[in-house]
Structure formats: structure tokens, C-alpha cells
């Protein structure tokens, strides 16, 4: 019993880990929409999964040399790809059409398939389906996502709901990516296991790039726009993903997802000093009443934890 309650106890590594990843992600759609304006999507996902890949290649050479390497992963990694490949594509779109805070909003609403799928997939989540809290939670997040997307000023416009398409295409894609990469990698190094994801991402945004992109656009860029590439790619890719994984592994799906929750409201932050974006009150309110909800639904599981 001491055993099972020590394993339950806050776990700082973890927290610190999805904190990272929340600074992280958050820099990443700044970099996105900055670049949008030079190369189109299919481009830009490819540089920074290639530069990723590269990043990590060394890592990963290192380690089959070792034998520290588990060539599982290479038929594990195989679904999670599929499911980042989708989900990057609909991604990186999203931001041609609507502004960065507005669609990491949006995105949020992956939280609510993220739980629903784990308590599906997960024994440990299960419990939370008999949690009252947990439920409060996750529907104020749901209404959070909900009036964030319905008081959007140019709501009705046809570029505005091709981006609100795109980014709940990419919330369920990552839903789906982050339970899966739990499920396959729950006993592999996270380093090894995003390595061999990143290189299956990145031959598939190849094959999109020459058949829907402009790879030469890209020879165009001047020195600071191929810096926004290789810093963004590194940050929010390459370690964001990884620190992800690891925190995925230490404590669930659920809570990591939770506080990346955050992302919105920080991602607003960079987005109004550099791009004059800003929300009306209606959607302020609306994104509050979405992190009271994650609050609620992190409380929930921290109690059942205990308990």
C-alpha cells in the first residue's frame, strides 16, 4: 500500500516536463504564422520535421550501436506516425486561416477525445469515469471550447471555418496521437521511440511537399527566416514531443493534456505583441471558463489518486 501511494505522489519531473513543453508549444504557432507569409504549409511541416529528424539521427545511431535500441519500435511507431502525420498536416493549415491564440483555442478541444480515449484504452483512467468532478470539468472545457469558436467575430467567413475545420481535424489527430504513442512506447525510451516517429513524419510530409508544395520557395529565405525554422523545429518539435512522451509515461495521458491547456493564453501573449491579435471579452470569458474546467478535471484525478 505505501508502495501504490508513493507512486501517486506529485511527480515535480513530470510537471516540470509538461511545463517546458507548454513554452514550448506555445513559441511554436508564432514561428508558424510568421512563416506563412514566405512558404506554404506542406513546406514549412517538412523543413521542421526534417531538421527534427536530423536533430535526433545521432541519438538514435548511437543507440542501435549500443544495443541499447528496441527494433520493436520501428513497427510500433507505425500508427502513432500515421496520427502525427495527420495531425501536423491540418495543423500547420489551420494558422493560414486563423489567427495563432485563436486556433491553439480551438485546439483544446482534443482534451475532451484525449480522456474519452483514455479511459477507453487505460485501466489506471478508468476511475475518473465515476467521478463527478471529473465530468464538471471536462464539460466547462467543452463549453470553454465551444464559446471561444461561437463569439469569433468573422465566425461566418469561408476562411474562418476552413481553419475551425482544420483545427478539430488536428485536435482529434492529436488526440488520437498522444494515446497512441502512450500505448505503443509505454515501455520504450522516449528519445527512441520520437526518433522513429519523426523519420516516418517526415518521409510522408515529403511526399505532400512535392505533390501540394513549393519546396522551391524555401530558397528564397533569408538567414532569420531559416533561423525561425531550425529554432522552432528543435523547440517545438524535436523537444516538445520528446518531453511529451516522457511525461506521458510517468503520469497518464490525461493531466499532461490538462495543463497544456494553458497554451492558449500564453500563445495570446506572444501573438499580441507581435501580431496586434487580440479577443473580445466574450471569448476571454469563454477561454476562462476552459481552464476552470482542466482545473476542476486535474483536481478530480489528483483526488482519486490519493484516495
Not at 535526433?56 to 544495443?67: G, M
Not at 483555442?105 to 483514455?118: E, H
Not at 510522408?204 to 529565405?221: N, P
Request: positive net charge; charged residues 10%.
Amino acid at each position: 500500500m505505501n508502495v501504490h501511494r508513493s507512486i501517486k505522489k506529485f511527480d515535480i519531473t513530470a510537471t516540470l516536463e509538461c511545463l517546458t513543453t507548454l513554452l514550448f508549444w506555445s513559441l511554436g504557432p508564432i514561428f508558424i504564422t510568421y512563416l506563412a507569409v514566405y512558404i506554404d504549409s506542406f513546406t514549412q511541416n517538412f523543413l521542421r520535421y526534417l531538421i527534427s529528424c536530423i536533430f535526433w539521427f545521432p541519438f538514435l545511431i548511437l543507440s542501435i550501436r549500443k544495443k541499447h535500441f528496441d527494433r520493436s519500435i520501428w513497427l510500433k511507431a507505425i500508427f502513432p506516425a500515421a496520427a502525427n502525420l495527420t495531425m501536423q498536416s491540418l495543423y500547420a493549415g489551420a494558422f493560414y486561416c486563423i489567427s495563432p491564440a485563436f486556433m491553439i483555442l480551438l485546439m483544446k478541444s482534443s482534451i475532451v477525445w484525449t480522456a474519452l480515449f483514455s479511459l477507453v484504452f487505460f485501466l489506471d483512467e478508468r476511475p475518473l469515469a465515476k467521478s463527478k468532478r471529473f465530468w464538471i470539468g471536462m464539460t466547462l472545457s467543452a463549453a470553454g471550447v465551444i464559446g471561444v469558436t461561437y463569439y469569433k467575430t468573422d465566425f461566418a467567413a469561408v476562411k474562418t471555418i476552413t481553419g475551425i475545420i482544420l483545427a478539430f481535424g488536428a485536435s482529434l489527430a492529436f488526440a488520437v496521437y498522444a494515446i497512441s504513442a502512450r500505448y505503443f512506447f509505454k515501455n520504450n525510451d522516449s528519445r527512441q521511440a520520437f526518433s522513429v516517429t519523426s523519420i516516418y513524419t517526415t518521409l510522408g510530409l515529403a511526399i505532400l511537399t512535392f505533390a501540394f508544395g513549393d519546396i522551391k520557395s524555401s530558397l528564397a529565405l533569408n538567414t532569420w527566416q531559416w533561423s525561425c525554422i531550425v529554432i522552432s523545429s528543435i523547440t517545438g518539435i524535436a523537444l516538445g514531443h520528446t518531453l511529451y512522451y516522457a511525461a506521458m509515461r510517468r503520469i497518464g495521458a490525461t493531466i499532461p493534456s490538462l495543463l497544456i491547456l494553458a497554451q492558449p493564453f500564453v500563445v495570446l501573449a506572444f501573438s499580441h505583441i507581435i501580431f496586434e491579435e487580440s479577443m473580445n471579452i466574450q471569448q476571454i470569458i469563454s477561454g476562462g471558463i476552459l481552464l476552470t474546467g482542466s482545473a476542476i478535471a486535474i483536481w478530480a484525478q489528483e483526488h482519486l489518486n490519493k484516495t
